[in-house]
């Protein structure tokens, strides 16, 4: 490996369309999302990532081998600068403005703008391209479009997903959930709604959905909670699904059309 002092530098436009000075291949590098810290490891870089987040729980051995600098949204900023980061990868709507822009400051940092399967196709190739591992992300990238393309849709089933309780909030249009929920064969109750809005308890009851699902995370919904939802919708199915498998946009989606299609098949 080479110093980072001796790095050629790889000027790169992330998908914010800023532009980016990366010493290449990086040696030192700060993932600030846990999708994309497991994709850097089943990219082959697991010993190239020196800082990841408290929620960084993929691999399970990514907060052992690197320093954990806070949440998504609150960087411990001089544990970052102790990892004496040569590149950091944040995302647009998981990690916060102002902090990206402190830490552009000092660092190269590359970030993720995804709200389509594209997009996370698109990031995944170009994480490789920046690492110097496009020999395994462009394979792995067409590995999951093919499974997304093999999925049998059939006629939509009128659905809403859960995010968060008390209060309650869904995954709209304009989110990567929603484009997962489309590709799968569901049809968002909340469609004509914007990103992650709060909604009433009315509001899913005049919806009528045929199933609710509720998401593993980020609220930890669970088995206690299908009466509370059973109550406003005695007529839907109610689902404990992974949010994961919905939601994390990197490697993790090499599982998850197998597991949308078991979902719409049973």
Same mark, same amino acid.
Not at 94 to 116: C, K
């Given at each position: 490996?080479?110093?980072?002092?001796?790095?050629?530098?790889?000027?790169?436009?992330?998908?914010?369309?800023?532009?980016?000075?990366?010493?290449?291949?990086? &040696?030192?590098?700060?993932?600030?999302?846990?999708?994309?810290?497991?994709?850097?490891?089943? =990219?082959?870089?697991?010993?190239?990532?020196?800082?990841?987040?408290?929620?960084?729980?993929?691999?399970? &051995?990514?907060?052992?081998?690197?320093?954990?600098?806070?949440?998504?949204?609150?960087?411990?900023?001089?544990?970052?600068?102790?990892?004496?980061?040569?590149?950091?990868?944040?995302?647009?709507?998981?990690?916060?403005?102002?902090?990206?822009?402190?830490?552009?400051?000092?660092?190269?940092?590359?970030?993720?703008?995804?709200?389509?399967?594209?997009?996370?196709?698109?990031?995944?190739?170009?994480?490789?391209?920046?690492?110097?591992?496009?020999?395994?992300?462009?394979?792995?990238?067409?590995?999951?479009?093919?499974?997304?393309?093999?999925?049998?849709?059939?006629?939509?089933?009128?659905?809403?997903?859960?995010?968060?309780?008390?209060?309650?909030?869904?995954?709209?249009?304009?989110?990567?959930?929603?484009?997962?929920?489309?590709?799968a064969g569901f049809r968002n109750v909340f469609s004509r709604l914007s990103r992650y809005p709060e909604i009433s308890a009315?509001?899913?009851?005049?919806?009528?959905?045929?199933?609710?699902?509720?998401?593993?995370?980020?609220?930890?919904?669970?088995?206690?909670?299908?009466?509370?939802?059973?109550?406003?919708?005695?007529?839907?199915?109610?689902?404990?699904?992974?949010?994961?498998?919905?939601?994390?946009?990197?490697?993790? =989606?090499? &599982?998850?059309?197998?597991? =949308?299609?078991?979902?719409?098949?049973?």
């Amino acid at each position: 490996m080479l110093p980072a002092e001796l790095s050629v530098p790889l000027n790169v436009t992330d998908q914010m369309g800023r532009r980016v000075a990366v010493p290449f291949p990086p &040696q030192r590098i700060v993932s600030l999302v846990p999708s994309q810290t497991e994709l850097l490891h089943d =990219l082959g870089l697991g010993q190239r990532v020196v800082g990841v987040t408290k929620f960084c729980i993929h691999p399970a &051995q990514a907060r052992q081998r690197a320093t954990v600098i806070g949440g998504t949204k609150n960087f411990d900023f001089a544990k970052i600068a102790a990892c004496r980061p040569d590149l950091i990868i944040g995302n647009k709507e998981e990690n916060y403005q102002e902090g990206i822009e402190q830490l552009a400051e000092r660092y190269p940092v590359w970030m993720s703008d995804i709200t389509t399967l594209a997009d996370a196709l698109e990031m995944i190739r170009r994480v490789g391209l920046l690492t110097g591992q496009q020999r395994r992300a462009e394979p792995m990238a067409a590995t999951i479009a093919s499974s997304f393309a093999s999925l049998k849709v059939a006629e939509p089933i009128p659905v809403a997903y859960f995010i968060w309780r008390k209060p309650y909030m869904v995954a709209a249009t304009g989110t990567f959930i929603d484009d997962l929920l489309a590709r799968a064969g569901f049809r968002n109750v909340f469609s004509r709604l914007s990103r992650y809005p709060e909604i009433s308890a009315q509001h899913v009851q005049l919806a009528a959905p045929h199933q609710i699902l509720l998401s593993s995370e980020p609220y930890p919904f669970s088995e206690k909670h299908k009466a509370e939802f059973q109550a406003l919708c005695p007529e839907a199915q109610i689902r404990i699904v992974d949010g994961e498998l919905f939601s994390w946009y990197g490697s993790r =989606l090499l &599982q998850s059309a197998a597991y =949308l299609q078991q979902l719409t098949s049973t």
